[in-house]
């Protein structure tokens, strides 16, 4: 089996705090994806589970055994660096069998092993080849490979896609969620791209800061991200905010008064919330510009208009100055310069108090329309 | 891998290549100029040398410029330096020297830097400064004690003294340069080989070692030649019949009151052969290892 389990992990250099109290649970075959800004401490985090870090604080375990000491290769882990890391002197081939020892398997069997992934992968003509004669995504694909030769119990991805361009990113990406389908094997991947993370991920941890600050379904924190961070880090163009003020507090929610005089009563549970609170109310673009139902509306000056042809990001900016971004039809009339009036149903929207953290809601969160 | 000057200052450098195009021409014109110039200058010596090794004693004073003609043209310098018998014993001892030295600086320099770059152990700091400085003090400022030192261990006139005291003498400068080129192999390939469960040997061996092949070979060409060519220690340490290097060797032909110039020119002609040779292998292997390939 094939585990993971960090208590406590936390990683010092010197007298720096990189990474505190990280409590992490994966389950075997999940795929998980940790993301963040960088400088966050994710990549870090990787290298401490790979062993080519040392852990300063909390025990990692993997299929139930404590691993803290264990080198990377007696943990069990496979690892594909964000550079690929391909030894440049060696064949393709060579690449991928240099890692299995000849003493303990037959060369029969590493030749097996070497062309099963590479059948895997669609590197059979290229095994011949040093990795200077390869494309990046060829590169990457032979990375991969290198990790699936080893038969590991955990697969460790370091930024993968970061030196793809663009078409070759979507492309790679759909292999590696493949590959994961196909493998069943356990994955941790690091990225700082969200739209990665929510593709590919069974469960993301999004890490700010050395700390994690959510952990969950990549929908669940979509629509219920737990802190402003979340909220800001997860979905692109990411969610606007918007300075409010608790108006009055009820059983059914509380009351907030936004800017330019307007009201609206938003189901959140009244508890911490005390009415004259400054908190932050957090609405997404593709929620703004709801027909029919919006309890909360607001309206300000737009400023440009991105027209993407099925959709239209409309760029507007309060009375207050608060620039917020909408999505609307790709046949939107919005003109820069006119007033626009755009409204959200109070179940899209998110509030947070003056700490960032979000207020418990009192209902299940309605089902996105787009 | 390499950095162009045009990544760190593109916009300067792009206005430069633009208005400086004749003047650029020029320059390039000069440093030919200055490199050739360089060239005839050192090898004029040693076209002297091999001039004059075919031509006969009275005919080298006659005229030392001249080629040897039909009538000057001789080889009784190389025969009387083959005629004698210990002359192939020489060259038998320089070549052992000079190969076992070689090895001996690469392997154990290699290894060495290899640890200093990438382990982090007590004074490994106070390690690199004191090679550092090793590279600084001339190896012959010891001699005193050197020679005391070979003589306390009964190492006289032998080649094992000259081998160690070579080693001695060029293992600070291989060990600056191998650990700093290194330092260029990027982190991560070492840490993939680690994750693969590959051994620190193996790594060294098949990762790191032919990675830095040019630079092996750079070193390899740059501590062989004063070994080959030195005259210090052998006088010094191995005088004896037995154990003289060629170039020791040679001075039997240089006597207090007549030298057989044929003879030791034709001794030193000969001497060069092997160390070109050396050369020429280590230089094919320096073109190899830059067209390689790099990382990405």
């Known amino acids: 089996m094939s585990e993971l389990k960090l208590n406590a992990i936390g990683k010092s250099y010197g007298g720096v705090e990189i990474l505190r109290d990280i409590n992490i649970e994966v389950a075997d075959g999940e795929f998980v994806v940790f993301v963040g800004p960088s400088g966050c401490g994710k990549s870090t985090l990787l290298r401490l589970i790979a062993g080519l870090e040392e852990i300063s604080a909390g025990e990692l375990a993997i299929g139930g055994r404590r691993v803290n000491e264990l080198t990377p290769a007696e943990r069990g882990i496979a690892m594909v660096f964000q550079s690929y890391a391909l030894y440049p002197h060696m064949s393709v081939y060579q690449n991928m069998a240099f890692g299995l020892k000849l003493g303990r398997e037959g060369k029969d069997a590493i030749d097996q092993k070497v062309r099963r992934a590479a059948e895997i992968l669609q590197l059979n003509h290229l095994l011949e080849r040093k990795p200077a004669a390869l494309s990046g995504g060829q590169r990457q694909r032979v990375a991969i490979g290198r990790a699936i030769v080893r038969d590991p119990n955990v697969f460790l991805f370091d930024e993968p896609l970061s030196n793809l361009d663009a078409a070759l990113r979507v492309q790679t990406r759909i292999e590696i969620a493949k590959l994961h389908q196909d493998l069943k094997a356990t994955i941790i991947y690091v990225t700082h791209d969200q739209v990665e993370a929510m593709t590919l991920a069974s469960k993301i941890v999004v890490l700010n800061k050395g700390r994690v600050e959510q952990v969950g379904a990549p929908l669940e924190l979509y629509e219920r991200p737990r802190n402003r961070f979340v909220a800001g880090f997860i979905g692109s163009p990411s969610m606007n905010f918007v300075p409010a003020r608790v108006e009055a507090i009820a059983d059914r929610g509380i009351t907030v008064s936004l800017p330019g005089g307007a009201h609206a009563t938003l189901p959140c549970a009244p508890s911490p919330a005390r009415v004259g609170d400054e908190v932050t109310v957090g609405i997404r673009p593709e929620h703004l510009f709801e027909a029919g139902g919006a309890e909360l509306q607001l309206s300000g000056t737009v400023e440009v208009v991105e027209r993407l042809g099925d959709v239209s990001y409309v760029y507007f900016r309060l009375a207050d100055g608060t620039a917020l971004i909408a999505r609307a039809e790709g046949t939107h009339a919005a003109q820069p310069g006119e007033t626009v009036s755009v409204g959200s149903r109070a179940a899209h929207v998110h509030v947070f108090d003056g700490a960032g953290d979000a207020l418990p809601r009192l209902d299940a969160p309605a089902p996105t329309r787009h | ?296």
């Open chain 2, 1 to 296: 891998m390499a950095t162009r000057i045009a990544d760190i200052f593109p916009a300067r450098s792009v206005e430069r290549g633009r208005s400086m195009i004749p003047k650029q021409a020029f320059g390039a014109g000069a440093v030919h100029a200055v490199l050739g110039a360089y060239t005839l200058i050192a090898l004029f010596p040693i076209f002297l040398v091999l001039i004059n090794a075919f031509k006969g004693r009275k005919a080298i004073f006659a005229s030392p410029m001249a080629l040897p003609g039909p009538d000057t043209f001789t080889l009784v310098g190389f025969e009387s330096v083959l005629k004698r018998a210990d002359f192939g014993n020489y060259f038998v001892n320089s070549l052992t020297v000079t190969l076992v030295a070689l090895a001996l600086v690469l392997v154990i320099g290699a290894m060495a830097a290899w640890a200093i770059s990438e382990y982090r152990f007590r004074g490994n700091g106070v390690l690199w400064l004191y090679f550092t400085i090793g590279t600084m003090i001339p190896i012959r400022l010891g001699s005193v004690s050197i020679l005391q030192l070979i003589v306390d261990l009964g190492l006289v006139n032998t080649l094992t003294a000259l081998i160690l005291v070579f080693v001695a003498q060029s293992l600070p400068l291989t060990v600056f340069i191998l650990a700093e080129f290194m330092r260029t192999i990027p982190r991560d390939l070492k840490e993939a080989a680690r994750c693969d469960g590959v051994s620190e040997y193996r790594i060294f061996f098949a990762v790191i070692l032919p990675l830095i092949r040019p630079a092996v070979a750079t070193v390899a060409v740059f501590t062989m030649i004063p070994i080959w060519n030195d005259l210090w220690f052998p006088l010094l340490l191995a005088p004896g019949e037995g154990t003289k290097t060629i170039t020791l060797g040679v001075q039997a032909f240089v006597g207090q009151y007549v030298t057989d110039w044929s003879a030791v020119l034709a001794a030193l002609t000969l001497a060069i052969i092997p160390i070109v040779v050396l050369y020429l292998i280590f230089s094919r292997q320096l073109i190899r290892g830059i067209t390689a390939g790099a990382v990405k």
